[in-house]
């Protein structure tokens, strides 16, 4: 299922969209600040950001140049009240690849959702790795040379995580946000469940890393000293 940020300060609005984007098969993590929107990105991995323009904490056009300088390049539809030419032309001169004005057909913004994600990146970084582990998140698969793992959404988005710390710890709650979004109610063990998986992927592959926890602070990817 594909994954998008929704980025929407009203409520009845974001559960109209996440509503109809669900029914569509498009999942939505919701943040309401530009601030949290920011984090959310450099957390988790989407193929879509859906941007209101006036959020509480600043103009989400400020937003979307800051992604940009950062060589964020995730397709973004901008949500405006705004219908000026030149307020359409300044937020795709901004970075954005498609703009909506409200009121809007639910109809629509779904269609031009799904035509974002048809769309090639426009960049292909390289694969993120770490150790002798490399991740392909397009795949859902992990690499230890030539000995490959399918992972679940949920063990990609940790391990994703973990890698990008390169070996530095990272918080249980931050993790458990990688996996399931903001939005998503999870059990109490899901995350310990998901990290069992992980643990035991990763022995499958004979990987040289270990997922460790780093009492009262998280997790870490280290090096297991017996290999």
């Excluded at 690849?97 to 960049?123: G, H, I, N, Q």
Aim: a neutral charge.
């Amino acid at each position: 299922m594909a994954r998008i940020l929704l980025v929407e300060d009203h409520d009845h609005i974001a559960r109209l969209i996440i509503k109809g984007l669900a029914n569509a098969g498009i999942m939505a993590d919701v943040v309401e600040r530009g601030d949290a929107a920011w984090s959310a990105v450099n957390q988790i991995t989407y193929q879509g950001l859906v941007l209101d323009r006036g959020l509480p904490d600043g103009d989400g056009l400020a937003l979307l140049q800051k992604l940009r300088r950062a060589g964020v390049t995730i397709p973004c539809l901008m949500l405006t009240g705004r219908d000026a030419l030149h307020d359409r032309v300044e937020g795709l001169e901004a970075g954005a690849d498609d703009y909506l004005t409200k009121p809007f057909a639910m109809a629509e913004l779904v269609a031009r959702v799904k035509a974002l994600l048809r769309r090639p990146s426009v960049s292909h970084p390289p694969q993120p790795f770490f150790g002798d582990l490399m991740l392909s998140p397009e795949s859902g698969m992990a690499c230890r040379g030539d000995e490959k793992i399918l992972l679940a959404p949920a063990e990609m988005q940790i391990l994703l995580a973990l890698v990008r710390k390169q070996g530095g710890i990272v918080r249980r709650s931050a993790l458990e946000s990688a996996a399931w979004g903001f939005s998503e109610a999870v059990t109490p063990n899901a995350l310990d469940v998901a990290l069992h998986r992980i643990r035991r992927k990763l022995a499958i592959i004979a990987s040289e890393l270990q997922l460790v926890n780093i009492r009262s602070q998280g997790y870490a990817l280290q090096k297991n000293q017996l290999v």
